[in-house]
């Protein structure tokens, strides 16, 4: 309460980004854009909507904040999926950046080490960044050198496929470092995509050249003519015993 009187609350509905179009459009005048986008000029809201209505369109506001604001004749159901579709496509081609992380020792064997090299290798070329951490236990922090050894082992091993993003830096009892791909995450994807479809093209044609040497074999093997076919002597159909 204040000064005697109750306080009162406004609450704004919600935020629209909707445009308004035909008679939602409460103006007495606007600046007219044709379908083609030529220019019409200033017109009375009436005539605007008359026009609409005989080129059998909408009356679009698409600049409210202009003044007169700008509106647009055009098939507004058109462009609401237009718009759409847009979006979607953007949404498809959009790339997150995807962090991997490997973890490794200092005095990991060489088995391992090639267990997490092929996990680098394959998270690089689906266009990923890998952080790579050496992990210090012990007195081995007293070697930090066996880590950046490691570190460079392994960049030169993928330098094919990356590029050092970060070099080699002590972070506590680790040390990290980071690489990048050299490929983008829509180039690493379309190739993965291409290789699928390339081993299915692969596939199909060596089942066609199955199918087809096995119809040849087929064809080459004798017939026999039952015509030819040597007859049976007496003693071969006559059962022993009797």
Known sequence: MRDGHPMTTITGGPITTELRINDRIRVPEVRLVGPNGEQVG????????????????DLVEVAPTARPPVCKLMDYGKYKYETAQKARESRRN?????????????????????????????????????KITIMFRGREQHRPELGFRLLQRLAEDVDELGFVESAPRQDGRNMIMVIGPLKKKAEARAEVKAAKVQAAA??????????????????????VDATTRKPRRRSENVDPAM
Do not use: W
Not at 42 to 57: G, K, N, P, Q, Y
Not at 94 to 117: C, F, G, S, W
């Open 94 to 130: 959009q790339t997150n950046t995807v962090i991997k992380e490997m973890k490794l020792r200092p005095k990991i064997d060489a088995h391992d080490y090639a267990t997490k090299k092929g996990h680098v290798v394959r998270f690089l070329r689906q266009g990923d960044k890998v």
């Open 202 to 223: 692969d596939r199909d044609a060596q089942k066609a050249a199955d199918r087809a040497a096995d119809r040849l074999e087929r064809a080459d093997r004798p017939m």
């Open 42 to 57: 200033i017109v009375r809201i009436d005539d605007a909507l008359r026009l609409a209505t005989e080129s059998e369109l």
